[in-house]
Each structure stands twice: as C-alpha cells, then as structure tokens.
C-alpha cells in the first residue's frame, strides 16, 4: 500500500483554543488584535505536526475538498461518539486552515470550496485530514 501524502492523521490531542478568542489591545491612537500565549502555542503545536506532511508543490488555481476529523480524547464518552461542545467546528477549522496556508499546502485558502468537519470523541485523539482537488 502506497502513503497517500494528500490523506494523513496527526497523532495529538486537539487544541481547544481558537482564533476566536483573540486579545484586543489598545495604543494611543489605534485598537489592534493580537493572538494570546495560548493561540500562539496551539498554532505552533499544529504547524510543527502539518510540517511533516507538507506537499511537494502547493496547489495553486484548482479547487480543494477539505476533510477533517478532529478527535479529542474521550474521557468517559464513547469512542466514536459525537462531540457537541466547545470549540465549534468552524472555528476550530479557521486555525488549521491559516496554519495550512502558512506552510504552503495551497497559495490561499479561499481555494477551498467543499468542507467536512466533525468531531468524535476518541480512544485515539488526533485530527485526521484529507485533502482532494476538485
């Protein structure tokens, strides 16, 4: 069986901070955002996985079908079982994404036009990722 560099499963427990919860600072003549301690860690954490599977060439013009399942540890739900709490799919899903884009799996993530995003509860937690041109 040949590896499938477009179909891969990262091995580590999801993090559960996203980019939605930013920090607002303010300067003298401006407000700005700015990532806190822990999204600068989560995003640190999820680039040095997707680092190791990083495609030879970006896609650049074709549309992409992202496929994500995010597995956190299961404590004492069943493996398998839906999760339906925080983080929200989506949000979870715009960190990836970003960290996605920075390490060069496609030029932009707009190239994404088709999503499948769930999230289980898991004997084994990681995030399993699939990615098809369209």
Same mark, same amino acid.
């Given at each position: 069986m040949?590896? #499938?560099p #477009? !179909?891969?499963?990262?091995?580590?427990?999801?993090p559960?901070?996203?980019n939605?919860?930013?920090r607002?600072g /303010?300067s003298? /003549?401006?407000? *700005?955002?700015y =990532?806190?301690?822990e999204?600068?860690?989560? $995003? !640190? /954490?999820?680039s040095?996985?997707l680092s190791?599977?990083?495609?030879d060439?970006?896609?650049?013009d /074709?549309?992409? @079908?992202?496929?994500?399942?995010?597995?956190f540890? $299961? +404590? @004492?739900h !069943? =493996? +398998?079982? *839906? $999760?339906t709490?925080k983080?929200d799919? =989506? #949000?979870l899903?715009k960190?990836?994404?970003?960290c996605?884009t920075k390490? +060069? *799996?496609w %030029? =932009?993530d707009?190239?994404v036009?088709?999503e499948i995003i769930? %999230?289980?509860?898991?004997e084994y937690? +990681?995030i399993?990722?699939r990615?098809?041109?369209?």
């Amino acid at each position: 069986m040949t590896k #499938n560099p #477009n !179909q891969f499963f990262l091995p580590m427990i999801p993090p559960t901070v996203t980019n939605q919860e930013h920090r607002v600072g /303010k300067s003298a /003549k401006k407000v *700005y955002f700015y =990532d806190s301690p822990e999204i600068k860690d989560a $995003k !640190q /954490k999820l680039s040095a996985y997707l680092s190791k599977h990083i495609p030879d060439e970006p896609i650049k013009d /074709k549309p992409v @079908r992202l496929t994500v399942k995010w597995l956190f540890p $299961k +404590g @004492r739900h !069943q =493996d +398998g079982e *839906y $999760k339906t709490t925080k983080p929200d799919t =989506d #949000n979870l899903q715009k960190m990836l994404k970003d960290c996605m884009t920075k390490l +060069g *799996y496609w %030029k =932009d993530d707009a190239l994404v036009a088709s999503e499948i995003i769930e %999230k289980f509860w898991a004997e084994y937690p +990681g995030i399993y990722i699939r990615i098809e041109e369209l």
